[in-house]
């Protein structure tokens, strides 16, 4: 049974930061890009950022691109998402998941995520 569990979420001031912590089990961990999605109060999940198998491949989406950083730690089963620089606009439900695709537009695409956690929530504020 694969299990996909957030850690790490919290009340942080804006320009704060916070590390979110998602630990796999039950899945070959490697073969999988892992992403992080995101989805604020009357919005849709939106996708945030996301880092191939082997951790050489990252995609961000433009509003978090040099203030957020994905990486992964294979050993351990885990990706991360490390936040900076944190705006009011990030407070959200963020959502780890793993996606069998290794490349291409998919990679951004929720539909095609197998797995996901069962989120945690961030919130921005002062």
């Known amino acids: 049974q694969v299990r996909l569990v957030e850690s790490g979420g919290g009340v942080v001031q804006p320009g704060g930061s916070l590390r979110l912590s998602c630990a796999a089990s039950?899945?070959?961990?490697?073969?999988?890009?892992m992403g992080w999605f995101r989805q604020a109060p009357e919005k849709e999940r939106e996708f945030v950022c996301a880092?191939?198998?082997?951790?050489?491949?990252?995609y961000y989406t433009d509003s978090v691109k040099g203030r957020f950083t994905i990486s992964r730690d294979n050993a351990k089963n885990t990706v991360y998402l490390q936040m900076n620089s944190l705006k009011d606009e990030d407070t959200a439900v963020y959502y780890c998941?793993?996606?069998?695709?290794?490349?291409?537009?998919?990679?951004?695409?929720?539909?095609?995520?197998?797995?996901w956690g069962q989120g945690t929530q961030v919130t921005v504020s002062s």
């Open positions: 880092i191939g198998g082997s951790g050489g491949r990252t």
């Open positions: 039950g899945m070959p961990f490697s073969s999988y890009t």
């Open positions: 998941a793993a996606n069998p695709v290794s490349s291409g537009f998919l990679i951004y695409a929720s539909y095609r995520y197998d797995y």
